[in-house]
């Protein structure tokens, strides 16, 4: 008898933010991840996930109601047409958003599962053989004063991670000349050698995202992520065309569709888009292949236990990000989960993502 999808089980895991941390166009109250479990006729299991600070019930409803019983009885190594009949019956009632975060989590779910099938870690079933994969530490919000900064930061540097990104934009980004000081202040704090990532998280236009870029660039910035609002294209390509500082973006953007607009628009230097919600790792594939074609980098935002099998077999993966803020919510959710040591995360030999969740957190935290 095949194999068929008998059981598709949701759980939305909550977990409240109490320090008031802020970037500069929003405040983070609320996490939380989203659970999917893909159970067989023949009682083989798969884990996907994917995160959020709002709408995590209204993804657990979708799929509950709308997505799996359009998959029961499938055959589950049928990733690329469950995948595309998906996209076709949903895609009237979002072709971003929460329905590909719902999208994204079966998807994922689906080859845990196939690799638990078949034996084999996920990263060598994408065809890879990196043993390893920098990882650098996301964190340094608006909200901190500047002691609160550079403390932080020097962590980061002290726990081992040779790579550190930090939040621009403080006062909502009416303050250019305060963030070029934190930026001053952290440089000289952590010392030339580590690399220094920024993120504006969508605060500014293109010509005051290059006006910033241009004052800090003597501090040896590895990117600028986000400067504009996410679906400003053309203000992306006004950003890189007046500053020679690498333009990171894409974390808002969504299937190999919007990989095609950001390239073909020359509106990014690295890729960001992430698989926990932007068509999990059947669309990932594609998008990877797109980054390839055009000699990019391909930095998948957040969620590196998920990703991390897409760095082990894509080789213009330069690292992986770790948010800090996930940190103590990723540890109980999942058992003996991998943690970065000295900046890296080494890949998991065991089947599929080599993830197990922890149940007993689970059921009493949903």
Known sequence: ????????????????????????????????????????????????????????EATKVLIEESIAPRLIG?????????????????????????????????????????????????YRLLGGNRKSVPVYASGGWTSYDENQLVEEMK????????????????????????DVRRVKLVREAVGADIGLLLDANNC???????????????????????????D?????????????????????????????????????????????????????LKVAALTQAWNLKFAPHAMELIHLPLAGAMQNIPFLERLILFEQLTDVTFKDCPKPQNGYLEMPELPGLGLEINWDFVLENR
């Not at 994922?108 to 870690?121: N, R, T, V």
């Not at 621009?168 to 305060?178: D, H, K, P, S, T």
């Not at 390509?237 to 808002?252: I, N, S, V, Y």
Request: with cysteine.
């Open 155 to 178: 962590s980061f540097v002290a726990s081992g991670y040779a790579i550190i990104k930090f939040k621009v934009g403080v006062e909502g980004g009416q303050n250019i000349a305060r």
């Open 74 to 122: 499938r055959n589950p190594f049928e990733t690329e047409v469950l995948y595309h009949d998906l996209v076709q019956y949903l895609r009237g009632v979002g072709r971003k958003g929460l329905s590909f975060c719902a999208i994204s989590a079966v998807d994922i779910a689906l080859w845990d599962l196939k690799g638990k099938m078949l034996d084999m870690p996920l």
């Open 232 to 284: 400003d294209i053309p203000g992306l390509k006004r950003f890189k065309q007046a500053t020679d500082m690498p333009l990171a973006t894409g974390e808002h953007e969504y299937t190999r569709y919007g990989c095609r607009d950001l390239i073909l628009s020359e509106a990014a230097d690295v890729i960001q888009m992430d698989f926990t919600r932007a068509g999990g790792y059947t669309e990932a």
């Open 1 to 56: 008898m095949r194999n068929q999808i008998a059981k598709i089980e949701v759980f939305l895991v909550r977990y409240p933010v109490k320090s008031g941390l802020a970037d500069a166009t929003r405040k983070v109250e609320n996490i939380g991840y989203t659970i999917v479990q893909i159970t067989t006729n023949q009682g083989h299991q798969g884990i996907g996930i994917t995160y959020n600070e709002v709408g995590g």
């Open 204 to 230: 500014w236009d293109g010509a005051t995202g290059a006006r910033f870029a241009n004052l800090v660039k003597e501090y040896d910035i590895m990117f600028l992520e986000e400067p504009t609002f996410a």
